[in-house]
C-alpha cells in the first residue's frame, strides 16, 4: 500500500526557517517524482516544485525559488522541503503527492502538514 | 502561467442531482487537465486524469470531459459523500497550475 508520511506541525517565529519531510513506503522510491503544494486556509493550491527521487534532480515554480528546498534521502525513501525566511504569507498546510513523469498528475497525497507563522 | 478558471464557485444541489463543474484555461492545453476532490481538513483525491480517462477505485459517476480550453468533470447523480470543494489541474505546461475550486453544498 502506498503511503506518505508527512511531519508534525509547526509553529515558528518570523525570519526563522522549517524543514518539513515526507516519508513514503509501498512503491520504488527512486521511479517517482516528488512534488510539494502549498494551501493556505480557504485557498485554492499552489505547486511549490518537484524532485526526482532518483537522482535528487530538482524543478521549482519560479514564485518558490528562493524560500523553498527540495531534498531526499533515497536510503529513507523520504522526501524533505526546507522553507526559509518564513513571513505570515508562509502559514499554510503543505502537502507533498507523488508523480511520475511524464504523467504530471499526483495520484497519491500526503495528509499535509500545517506551518503557522507566528511571534 | 497557464490560468484555470472555474466556475460556479460554489453550487448548491440536492442529493440524486446530476451536476456539471466547469474549468477553463487560459490557452489551450489539448487533454492536460485533471480533476480532484478534496474534502475538510484532508487531501486531494484524483478522480480524473487527462481530462476523460477514468481511475482505478473511483465511482463511475465521476466522468471528465472536454479539450482545449473547456473541460467539464460531470457527476451523476450525486450523493451525500460528494459534498466537498473539486478542483481542475493543468499539466501542459509548468508551472502546474490549479483552478479555484467549485464548492459542491447541500441544497
Known amino acids: 500500500e502506498v503511503q506518505l508520511q508527512q511531519s508534525g506541525a509547526e509553529l515558528v517565529k518570523p525570519g526563522a526557517s522549517v524543514k518539513l519531510s515526507c516519508k513514503t513506503s509501498g512503491y520504488t522510491f527512486s521511479n517517482y517524482y516528488m512534488s510539494w503544494l502549498k494551501q493556505m486556509p480557504g485557498q485554492n493550491i499552489e505547486w511549490i516544485g518537484n524532485?526526482?527521487?532518483?537522482?535528487?534532480?530538482?524543478g521549482y515554480n519560479q514564485k518558490f525559488k528562493g524560500k523553498a528546498t527540495l531534498t531526499v534521502d533515497k536510503s529513507s525513501s523520504t522526501a524533505y522541503m526546507d522553507l526559509s525566511s518564513l513571513t505570515s504569507e508562509d502559514s499554510a498546510v503543505y502537502f507533498c503527492a507523488r508523480h511520475r513523469v511524464p504523467y504530471w498528475y499526483f495520484d497519491f497525497w500526503g495528509p499535509g502538514t500545517m506551518v503557522t507563522v507566528s511571534s | 502561467d497557464i490560468v484555470l478558471t472555474q466556475s460556479p464557485a460554489t453550487l448548491s444541489v440536492t442529493p440524486g442531482e446530476s451536476v456539471s463543474l466547469s474549468c477553463r484555461a487560459s490557452?489551450?492545453?489539448?487533454?492536460?487537465i485533471h480533476w480532484y476532490q478534496q474534502k475538510s481538513n484532508e487531501s486531494p483525491r484524483l478522480l480524473i486524469k487527462?481530462?476523460?480517462q477514468s481511475i482505478s477505485g473511483i465511482p463511475s459517476r465521476f466522468s471528465g470531459s472536454g479539450s482545449g480550453t473547456d473541460f467539464t468533470l460531470s457527476i451523476n447523480r450525486v450523493e451525500s459523500e460528494d459534498f466537498s470543494v473539486y478542483y481542475c489541474?493543468?499539466?501542459?505546461?509548468?508551472?502546474?497550475?490549479f483552478g479555484s475550486g467549485t464548492k459542491l453544498e447541500i441544497k
Open positions: 489541474q493543468q499539466s501542459y505546461s509548468l508551472p502546474l497550475t
Open positions: 487527462y481530462a476523460s
Open positions: 490557452q489551450g492545453i489539448s487533454t492536460s
Open positions: 524532485i526526482y527521487g532518483g537522482n535528487g534532480g530538482t
